[in-house]
């Protein structure tokens, strides 16, 4: 997942912008593009290779180059990001299906319960192993049996493959 830009470096780039933007009128045209490169050191490109810049990094087609256009060629990546798209209900019923694979092992009728000593395993199988914690956690204070259910042991995997989606997010 792309890192969310900080309003520091949506400034950095806003400036930016407003200094290519030599009329202010919000886009960056081709020729305003051509006068920037004119005034970088080096051999400035000519006018259609400075078209050809803009044509590639013009999303919508209007010619000339916006902010949002302006950040995402800055930065390779769509700008504003993305909406991570919902997950597509197909997979939402496999990862249930395979959740409820690994429990039937323990308790077929998904009606039951498993103790915490199966919990574990079945984690561990899952690729998911728990620490004590999250077992104490878990187990002992959900129902105070020592006994986990399918529905919170759904809800407990389901919770926490959110809490890692978040945190990977900043890895
Ligand atoms: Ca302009
Ligand atoms: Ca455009």
Redesign the pocket.
Known sequence: MARALSPEEIQVFKDLFDSYDSDKGG?ITVEEFAKVMSQTPGQPPSEAEVAQIVKEV?????????FN?FITMMTGQPYPPKVEEEKQPEQQVEEDAEYATAWKQYEPSLNGSITASQFRQLMAELGEPVNDVEVEQLINNVDGEGKLSYKEFLHFVKSRNVEDDILSGYQ
């Open positions: 886009n013009d999303l919508d087609g209007d010619g000339t180059i916006n256009e």
